[in-house]
């Protein structure tokens, strides 16, 4: 990646992640749409501005890992990795279809680049805190990015790997958490005890900013902030809005479940377009 | 038990750099060979078995071995769901070791003993089950299990178990070793209760009745080959183990005869019941309870052959 990340490909690839995660849910009749769009912007940040890797390599074992622990946002994931040349765009056509192993939810070797299998919330920062101990074992490079949703800060195992992880200092570990401000049923700062959730990741012995979860320049500056200058590991709450980019999906939770129908589909793709 | 299992795989990691142990806070002392030797693959992972089992899985897909271990149902059905999907979904190569198997702590309460953990991990795809019934077991179980390329699950009792195995075995997982042969029963053991099952056997011979025995080390994969076997040699096959009735190994003995079809022998299961054991005492006392002694056990093979 670019010393300087470059803004304007990070846009672009947002744009199109989104594009993709539209379409994809049109025609799969698949869900968590909004889910998918919150996202879409820390996923271009790491993988068009952070993330060490190469698609051509993608079991390179010096690479940076991402883990999409909020697998729900599964189709961002797939677009992310097919528009960032793991493989073939056109791949994204078979998502969720019968025979194809890019489920609602990523499978283990869903495809080229997906670190870790997920849908089941809380599993992915334990795996990931996991794969941070082994490079620090192993005297490897590689940083380890988890996103997780904030609604899945109600699982407990997030707490059991946020100790490990402060307790060991591991200082290649960046959690990214998409607070989009909804879980399935609700608010996510109503029904749990949610924030304020950066001074809980600082009281668990880590590094916490809060950032614009839609300004790919913050979140990559975020993301990429040298590791281990102060030793702990760093959370990174990205404020966002949940269906982001399309008008008639922003915060409106009827859109972790509802599907777009032809019409839908036209007039979010004509609004991505145009922004 | 205890002391082979961290015996051998201390011998193991010196050959082995992929060998990293995870420990639940239980132990005291117990590793600090292990600790000073590799103390970059040591960790005490605190009283959160969901994240130990996370964190092994991350450590496996980069390469590692992990090895999980603290008591047997905190290590199994606490963590239930991240041993299903981070371990066997993604099928990894993870030992999930479970120390005080069975009624290993009966007197801690039922808090402490694990009679469903085989039911719990045999219905998971890719995972081993594996029940060492003695130490010897555990060694040769546990060489096998750091090698295979997706999970297992290592349960083990206590410590100062008697030993079985006299010379070490051919052992491979998978295949159970037959002790001694019987025409009228064959007791089946698996795991701790093995010398219960041996003596079962004497108390039978000395009252004129064949009795076989054989270690079924391994309650999946199952030794198939073993169960057509002595299903059609014997009168009675008889299942043991430190496990309650439902879903252990006489459980998975059970689902192998729906499908096999009409055998010769017909099926006793020797196990820890139905009900959670209370004011069980010593696990002496709650086998006594039981019925899996060597004595209660062969009164209750005799009962059965009529």
Not at chain 1, 47 to 52: A, D, E, F, P, Q
Not at chain 2, 167 to 179: F, S
Not at chain 2, 275 to 280: I, K, V
Request: charged share 20%; aromatic share 6%.
């Amino acid at each position: 990646m670019p010393a300087t990340p470059d803004i304007q490909a990070m846009r672009s690839a947002a744009r199109e992640i989104r594009k993709q995660a539209v379409r994809m849910s049109h025609r799969s009749h698949a869900t968590h749409l909004g889910s998918s769009l919150s996202c879409a912007d820390v996923l271009a940040a790491a993988y068009w501005g952070v993330l060490r890797l190469n698609p051509q390599a993608p079991d390179d074992p010096e690479r940076d890992r991402f883990i999409l622990s909020k697998g729900h946002a599964a189709a961002a994931l797939f677009a992310t990795l097919a528009l960032r040349g793991f493989f073939p765009v056109e791949d994204l056509e078979r998502y969720a279809s019968p025979g194809c192993h890019m489920e609602e939810h990523p499978s283990p070797k869903a495809a080229p680049g997906v670190e870790a299998a997920t849908g089941s919330l809380g599993h992915g920062l334990p795996i990931g805190t996991g794969m941070a101990l082994a490079a620090r074992i192993a005297g490897r490079p590689s940083r380890v990015f988890v996103l997780m949703g904030d609604g899945e800060q109600n699982e407990g195992s997030v707490w059991e790997a946020a100790m490990f992880a402060g307790g060991q200092r591991l200082a290649n570990l960046c959690a990214v958490i998409d607070c989009n401000r909804w879980q399935a049923t609700g608010r996510s700062g109503e029904i749990l005890a949610l924030e304020p959730l950066a001074d809980k990741w600082r009281s668990f012995g880590w590094d916490a900013v809060e950032v614009d979860g839609h300004d790919v320049g913050a979140l990559a500056t975020a993301m990429a902030a040298t590791p281990g200058e102060s030793g702990r590991p760093l959370a990174i709450v990205a404020r966002t809005v949940k269906g982001k980019g399309v008008s008639f999906m922003e915060d409106d939770n009827n859109w972790h479940y509802r599907v777009p129908n032809d019409d839908e589909l036209a007039r979010a793709l004509g609004e991505l377009e145009g922004a | 038990m205890r002391n082979a299992f961290v015996r051998t795989l201390t011998a193991l990691a010196r050959e082995d750099e992929r060998i990293v142990l995870l420990m639940g806070d239980i132990g005291n002392r117990m590793f600090d060979e292990f600790k000073s030797l590799f103390p970059t693959r040591f960790y005490n992972c605190g009283v959160a078995e969901a994240n130990m089992t996370g964190l092994a899985a991350g450590l496996a897909l980069s390469g590692f071995r992990p090895v999980t271990y603290t008591i047997a149902p905190f290590n199994s059905y606490r963590c239930f769901e991240q041993i299903r999907l981070d371990l066997c979904y993604q099928n990894v190569p993870v030992v999930v070791a479970g120390v005080g198997g069975g009624l290993s702590y009966a007197g801690l309460g039922a808090t402490h003993h694990s009679c469903e953990d085989i039911a719990c991990l045999r219905s998971l795809p890719n995972m081993r089950v594996l029940c060492p019934g003695d130490a010897v077991e555990v060694g040769l179980l546990l060489e096998q299990a750091v090698r295979e390329p997706g999970p297992s699950y290592l349960r083990l009792g206590k410590k100062n178990e008697p030993v079985i195995h006299q010379t070490p075995p051919q052992l491979a997982i998978g295949k159970a070793i037959e002790l001694r042969a019987g025409r009228d029963v064959m007791i089946l053991n698996t795991g701790n209760t093995l010398p219960e099952a041996v003596g079962a056997a004497d108390l039978l011979a000395e009252a004129g009745i064949s009795a076989g025995v054989a270690s079924v080390h391994t309650v999946k994969p199952l030794d198939t080959d073993l169960l057509a076997r002595c299903f059609q040699t014997c009168r009675l096959v008889v299942s043991m183990e430190e496990h309650g009735a439902a879903g252990g190994f006489g459980g998975a003995i059970a689902e192998w005869m729906a499908d096999a079809g009409p055998q010769k022998a017909r099926l006793l299961r020797l196990n820890t019941g139905r009900e959670f054991l209370a004011a069980s005492g010593n696990q002496r006392c709650a086998r006594e309870h039981c019925g899996l002694t060597a004595a209660t056990a062969a009164a209750r093979i005799r009962e059965a052959l009529g």
